[in-house]
């Protein structure tokens, strides 16, 4: 997931690897579930005697496909080729169905990390991380990050370990 295996140099190990909270999917699988309802009561009350009813039941199923792909299906591969790799050397973000983006942020770089949680962030355990670096982009804001007081420890005792120059956890 993000980071495959032999991507890693040596002696660096992976700590953790996560995909965004599933907070995200709330919205698509509503939309999942609207679209299904709504199109079958469309192909359920079109009139069977009516002599174009073949083409109107057509039309609602192929424009149900067509949201269902625009408002599900994509978030959702979206959501899925989002993964955050975190590793005793840095911190990997990759994302992109058809186009894949990673940034690395090496953990020497690593200049603060915080976090921000509202309310209902807090009760589903989750939150922004912003790590700000020393290289070109400054400073990275990171929605939706699961386990966020988890992952924000993790990476401040990397950054620490890195700084000590205590990458490999010895």
Known sequence: MGL??????????????????????????LALLLIVAAS???IYFVPGE???SLYARLAIAVVAVILLT???????LKWKNTAYVLTTHRFTISSG??????DEIPMTKVNTVSSD???????????????ESAGERGQIA????????????????????ASDGDIDGR
């Open 70 to 76: 625009i408002w599900s299906f994509v978030p959702y």
């Open 50 to 52: 009516w002599e174009y």
């Open 40 to 42: 079958g009561a469309g």
């Open 142 to 161: 990171l929605r939706d990050i699961p386990k966020i007081q988890e992952v924000r420890a993790q990476l401040f005792r990397l950054v620490e370990d």
């Open 4 to 29: 495959p295996d032999h991507h890693l140099t040596e002696g660096e190990l992976r700590v953790s690897s996560f995909h965004p909270h599933w907070k995200r999917l709330a919205g698509p699988f």
């Open 117 to 131: 949680q509202t309310v209902l962030e807090r009760i589903l355990g989750c939150g922004t991380l912003t790590v």
């Open 97 to 102: 169905v058809l186009n894949k983006s990673t």
